[in-house]
């Protein structure tokens, strides 16, 4: 058979996109059961290996908050640190940032919500003192040489809140950046985003004087548009997407947030649309194939399941 998908370049897409992997980190802290550190290590090495640029490996958060990162440490130790494809890791305060300078971790992203509630809930923290709290945090980073990136949560709508306006989201964004985060990640956490909102997000930037390339989007998939978004996020030249293997994922604090979108059904539709990004789809779809059986489920990917039976 020849190869599929047939690939016809869309108008005004990138030549090539960056692939920031997080199913370690956002899909492993939402599952029931907890991963032991073994399969931890192997899933990371699995994901390196399949070519992709960039794999988020784990969280230094409070070990009560999210147990299934408790092993932050022992999982850390066991990686490439000095390899050629980053690991980053979340922080959500300076404690946070002791623990993994003292691992030794050379890439971490700081979390913050573009709304009241989800500060509370994720971070106990009002909105204000959050940004209060990560901005030591990104200042001791950087001048220790690691690398800050800034997460966004809520960016498209808010469990609690309803819509967020556009003028709030970028207000925290340009507030992150202005502290020196090297890039910023705009997440639909409950997935509620649709392509118009994407634009007009992107655009709102772009007034505020923050250009695409320092943007990142990051999709969940609740309700089947992370696909169409990251589309039309291509449009307006956003070359950085957040996805994680097999379509892993949520947020535990996060009222109906289900999986990101899936890094195979982000690279199917690059393939289809002539994009590069460097990562060998069957080698992915095969750790996803494996990880889902660790999990004892199969994966909610459609390309994972399209092509399990062939790789
Ligand atoms: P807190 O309970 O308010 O913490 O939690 P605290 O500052 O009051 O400290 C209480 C105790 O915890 C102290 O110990 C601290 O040392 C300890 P004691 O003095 O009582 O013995 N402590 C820690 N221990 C280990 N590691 C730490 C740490 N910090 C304090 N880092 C805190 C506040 C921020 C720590 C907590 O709320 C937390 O860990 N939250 C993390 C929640 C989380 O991980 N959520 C998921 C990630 S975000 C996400 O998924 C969204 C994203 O994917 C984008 C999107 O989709 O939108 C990124
Ligand atoms: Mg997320």
Redesign the pocket.
Known sequence: MTELPSVLPGPGLPGRVRIYE?GAR?GL?NEKSIIDVDTKVEFINQLIATGLPIVEAT?????K??PQ?ADAAEVIKRLPLDGPVPLPV????E??LD?ALAAGCGHI?V?ASATETFANK????TYADQFDTFAPVVARALAAGVDARG?????FGDPWEGQVPISNVVAAGVRLLDMGVTEL?L???IGTGTPGHVQALVAGFEAAGVSADRLAM?F?DTYGQALANTYAALQSGITTFDASAGGLGG????KS?TG?LATEDLVWMLNGVGIEHGVDLNALVKTSVWMADKLGRTSPSAVVRALAADV
């Open positions: 997080v956002d802290q969280s230094f958060v409070h070990p908050w999210v990162l979340l922080v959500p305060n404690r946070g623990r992203a979390f994720n971070l106990n923290s997460y966004l949560s809520m960016c990640s997440g639909d956490t990051h969940h947020c535990p604090y996060a947030a990101n």
